[in-house]
């Protein structure tokens, strides 16, 4: 069964470093998202990606946050200049565009700044 | 904004059924409903979603009430495995984000 893929599975930065969270959509996807989940609190919307833009961002994914779909296959999240509220596990996501539009997520990366 | 509303948590017997209820009264009806479930702190599993008929697969099913203003989803045999948060999602057709409440955390006894 197909399965979104992500890297590096656990990370530990020190605050201030950039950070680049990497994802291998499922390959028929069209739509690509990123979520986080603090440790403890819900999952969270970060950003939608779609035909090489993004198609929504929630007020999480400010100025310090990009995404990129460097090749066909990769979908990258980078965190400009980490801060110790950046620790969360990091999940990515696709999807079709069909009816219903299910999203499928990846295993989560899980980030921690000190 | 939460539009749906689940028990914080419930038990279950290893082996028999396991009906977790949600209410989303003020549901549209161009909003889906979509149930995943989220094992430890891996990512979130989808499971299965409906508009308005009853839908099954091969993991769990889901009855709509026929107001659309609740649902159950229903794992048929419930194992050790099926251990985990459950959330009930509302969601419009082309809205390209899901918004997790603090779901129904399920635990399944031996």
């Known amino acids: 069964e197909p399965e979104v893929t992500q890297t590096p599975s656990h990370q530990v930065t020190q605050m201030g470093q950039e950070v680049i969270l990497r994802c291998v959509p499922i390959s028929n996807h069209l739509y690509f998202y990123w979520y986080r989940q603090i440790l403890g609190q819900k999952v969270e919307f970060l950003v939608s990606f779609y035909n090489n833009e993004i198609s929504e961002k929630s007020e999480i994914f400010d100025d310090q946050f990009s995404v990129e779909r460097p090749d066909g296959s990769n979908f990258t999240l980078k965190i400009r200049s980490t801060k110790l509220e950046d620790s969360a596990m990091y999940f990515c996501a696709s999807s079709r565009m069909d009816s219903g539009n299910t999203i499928y997520f990846g295993e989560g990366s899980w980030l921690t700044v000190v | 904004d939460a539009k749906t509303t689940q028990p914080p948590s419930m038990d279950c017997a290893e082996g028999r059924a396991a009906n977790l209820p949600c209410n989303h009264s003020?549901?549209?009806?161009?909003?889906?409903v979509y149930w995943y479930r989220q094992i430890h702190s891996q990512g979130p599993q989808y499971i299965i979603h409906g508009l308005k008929n009853n839908e099954t697969n091969e993991m769990a099913s889901l009855i709509i009430t026929e107001d659309r203003k609740s649902s159950t989803l229903i794992l048929p045999h419930a194992t050790l495995r099926d251990t985990a948060v459950y959330y009930c999602i509302v969601r419009i057709v082309n809205d390209y984000k899901l918004s997790f409440g603090a779901g129904t955390t399920v635990t399944v006894r031996a």
């Open positions: 003020t549901i549209s009806g161009n909003e889906y």
